[in-house]
């Protein structure tokens, strides 16, 4: 989390951040700054209006929510700012996530959320893609990407040399 | 469609009407007043929430709404009213309407939508609960509903001697 | 649990009472009263249809039941009944609630169950809309409302604060 | 449809007929008496109870109910009746059908329905089931069956011909 | 478990006797025999083929046999019997007995299995719906249905007690 | 259809030939001998358990069924021959194959079923299967496979020159 | 379609291009260039693998690809760039592009896929959504995206006008 | 695991091994020869496209994947391969598995992946289908096959016995 930020990790609740701070920890790895965010499509929806007029100006470049239930988070702050959205379906609820998956990845057409995958492994692919778009732009992280490619590859040989040698 | 509408029955995009007016007819039969609203939680979000909180102003008394795919308009008009929101899912996407069951019918908790059936039957039903909802405070509308309730059992015995003498 | 009930809080089992109480505290801040019956669409058939035909006389404003599996209940209730029958899927069951949610969200047209969220949230969000329904028309209610709204707004900009300090 | 039906063939509404024709036809293949009946859990519940309570005395053996939607009706009667019954979820709906399966097929412990495949193979199987049971107790209608297995083995070779020198 | 078994209670691995005991009590209430039979469709079909063709001769007037993962138990016994063949799913498997429920629940037309809800709510109620079968014929036996009806709506109204008196 | 078949293409009624009819086109780009073979899991079991029974000393080296609703077909075959086999889940019920898929998919350990795509895709794919099962010890199949590769390859090269020309 | 693509809209067949081109549409209304392409995760992996290796340095900014049945073509791309890949999953499957969404939405930890919706309305936000990641490194682009939003706004309006009327 | 595997199991990270071990006791019980292998489709896709395409040359005759989430492993390795690839759905995300049943079961048509059972007991098939693959030109391994079935036929009678001694 520093002065600037560039993502913006938005979540309905306080008890969703066990899980969203996988997404600020992914970020970090990028030199990529964010800030945390609560605020909710339901219980404070004039602050979550205003907050996500305010993001364009405020120099955010993308945002990413993260829902449980009806998971309304992210196409409410979609509706309110042209920044790409990046949705994160949170399984809190006795349906493990499936509802929201359902609620934010079938969005009308008219505004876009991009869905990742539920729990916490969204959580780290939302930051992967948000980091993804910066890169469109920004050769050092575009570098950092493909470093972070050949290093979970080599992750990947390693755990092979593990499972070989059981 | 009267002066002064007591339920707004709200949809997305006009080609969710013929679903909806089958609640307009509905409330006809009971002679509840009502108004035909299209506002997009996503399309036209200040609109829509200038629109939900300009509602008890204007003196209604209950909102109908009919969305599909990820369905968030009863979500959010419910978060900017605290009049009593129902949610009709409607049936226009691939998955015929279950996501939009699940996103209105999984809200979390702290704004509530009361969720009805999918598609038509839906529309119908989200009206004769609005009339019992006014009901509460109307002994016409009261005996307007037990008039009701007894005409769909005739019609069932009507249906029953067709039946069995086929 | 006062004298007089406005709100009857039905489930099928005392084993549902640990979630359905939600209901209870609930109404309990906004000074509503209830009382909580336990009573089965399917062990208690002739108690149930009594029991609903007699909830109009005894000042009865909203019926909230909750239950499980086909979780008939509330259909029942509202077969008999023209009050306004909010249905609480619960997930006691393998399939978690999810065939609860069909089986109070889909009734057919005719006779309308509004459903709200499954297990406890949905019990905590019943009691909100009965206090809506109530609300048409009493203004402390729904000066309560709004004041509930601002609460609830308000503790989300704590979390925020909370989170953002973390 | 005979003087004395053992069977009863349950509907909550005509435009079940098309499909729950097929439980009659096939009982007619049996000689098995029966009638047909619309009666609606929640359109027409007092006449559904009263026809429930009635049919242990008429003489009725094996209750066969088909519903759409929530679908109540099996449930509804088997909890005012200790005949089996059998019920027949039907795909009337968006869903297909599915929330009849899981409305019918998950009856909390107490009270049982047995649930069929849904559409017109469950109409038929409902009828073949019934003849199971009322073979139990019927040495003409045990021999009927184990013809009709013959025959529709016989069928199945019928068909292998076909197939093999097409 | 008596000499001459009326019913018998089949399962496919000993692992499912603590769910499918819960049918064996539920019959030991009504004073009908039964048996426990572990045999599997697949692992060992020569016997469960034999078994299910053996039934009648022994006496077997109805089979309940429960099954999880693809479940084809009662369908395999329903093919080489006229006897009716109750299914109870099992929710042993990672998706909870869904894959069982529709597994036994959409029997293809011609030869019908009866399926009841998932797990120990099953066991029982399968066993409900075999005295129910038996009961068809046997006035004793009809006694105790409608004795037992009373007993839980008793027990319904003893919970209401504890739970107004809470 | 030649004089010595190596695969036998299943089904359980004439009426699932229109798809089944895939699986035996793609075999004859390969030159491999089939036969159509109509039996029942339910229907015919003791022609289908003949049938699974005398596979192996026909000479036949992979089956291949295709089944819809509950879709035990493969299940029983499997269970009465050690030779592989293919489930194609057809799509001839209301749920559109989703049950088939679960009922062919879960087979619980013991006895595998491999199962392939729903409907006339899988039709084809099972063909594929085969043709490579076989292909492990056929150099000219395995050579063929290589082309049939090479030749999608291709196809899928022009498909693209049109889409890029359009 | 013009000479130097920013967006590249993959397919896996030219079946697909009816509905992806939607897409190309949407993208024209805001001068955004692309191109189509046609390939294969499974039928051509060698060209999809040297494609996806490729775009980079053809300038590609963003992915956008659609693909139905278990829709490995965006994670198969996404495995091979660096670059953001949306995922559009199609309804060209009788489970009607569910399991698409599943198998694009679901995607494990370490490399992303952003998922839109189902069908038309996903290959519509697909294209929005790449413009607004393109956009928050173009201020052109982000003037369009604010007069789409307000012509988007502005057609709900006209549609309201038009139902208020009827 | 010995010098020269016969069959090889794939995993897309060391955390599967618990549930793919299953696979190779399985195969120890045949003496079939086998390897274990971590790569994944998407996190080291070069790898797994050179490991797929050496496959054949190195004398592996199947291939058995497992992969949870979107599960594109078994997929991804067959599009390299014309050995026939067996895919295990394994249950390590919310939804239990059911994602990657999906998205390997529903493989669109040209390249074909035999799906078995979600986790352990998919594990343990896919095994018993790898050996009924290499039995179809083995007469030792289809000698062990019939002795396996016969076991676990015993198998069965023996929890018959323990279950009726109960």
Same mark, same amino acid.
């Given at each position: ?12 609740s306080d008890s ?9 920890? #992914? ?11 609560? %605020? ?9 209006? %205003? ?29 309110? %700012? ?34 990742? %995958? ?17 890169? #469109? ?30």
């Amino acid at each position: 989390m520093k002065e600037k930020p560039l993502v913006t990790i938005v979540m309905g609740s306080d008890s969703d951040f066990s899980v969203m701070e996988e997404t600020g920890k #992914t970020l970090d790895e990028f030199g990529v700054t964010y800030e945390y965010k609560v %605020t909710s499509a339901h219980r404070s929806p004039d602050q979550a209006v %205003t907050f996500a007029k305010g993001l364009f100006d405020r120099g955010i470049k993308v945002v990413i929510a993260g829902a449980s239930y009806s998971a309304h988070l992210p196409g409410v702050l979609a509706s309110h %700012t042209t920044l790409p959205v990046i949705g994160v379906p949170l399984d809190a609820s006795p349906l493990k996530g499936m509802e929201a998956l359902f609620s934010m990845g079938q969005m009308p057409p008219g505004v876009p959320v991009a869905t990742v %995958t539920i729990g916490k492994a969204g959580a780290k692919n939302a930051a992967l893609f948000a980091v993804e778009i910066l890169a #469109t732009n920004d050769e050092r992280l575009q570098k950092l990407l493909k470093d972070h490619r050949a290093q979970i590859a080599a992750s990947v040989e390693e755990k092979d040399k593990n499972v070989r040698n059981s």
